[in-house]
């Protein structure tokens, strides 16, 4: 399984107790209504799938994980600080009215002087505002999310027109 084919869920924070139990720093809304009978892991790139035996939530953000074959701390530590994925299958389909910014991950970038700039592969938040990448003839450019950039989105399609400010593109290119 590929990343492109999976949605981030969040990261495991900590092994619990000795028997393997791992703590999940949960980032994504409602995890709770998909019904998880496996997740993948990201080990160095590569996604690793672990069979789920048990998942509690004690509180909002927070899971409790017993995976397959994982049944001692030594067995749990190597998992921690490693993100956690779900198969975009899994994912919930929103509603107009719940879609954000954030919601543009893999969408393509589409410049109306430039056409097409490529599939946002990251979407960092900032204090001020959000920041997407995209890889345009093989170099990473970063452009802003706002109202001023964004001209129009297609959510059927799975792109985002934008208007980028002139020479942004300049500055990565040369």
Partial sequence: MKIEDCFRVGT??????LKGELQ??????NLHDIN????FIDMAGKLVPYF?????YP???IAYIYVEDIDTIEKATPLVKKDVYLPNKLKPKKKKSEFTLKDLLGFTAIDENEGELGVI???NEFPQQLIATVNYKDCDV??????SIIKAIDVVKNEVF????DGLLDIYLE
């Fill in 12 to 17: 495991i924070l900590k092994s619990r107790g």
């Fill in 24 to 29: 999940l720093y949960i980032d994504f809304e």
């Fill in 36 to 39: 998880i009978e496996a997740i």
């Fill in 59 to 61: 509180q909002k953000g």
């Fill in 142 to 147: 970063l452009f802003p999310l706002n109202e």
């Fill in 162 to 165: 934008i208007d980028l400010p």
């Fill in 52 to 56: 789920v035996e048990s998942i509690k």
């Fill in 121 to 123: 592969t990251e979407i």
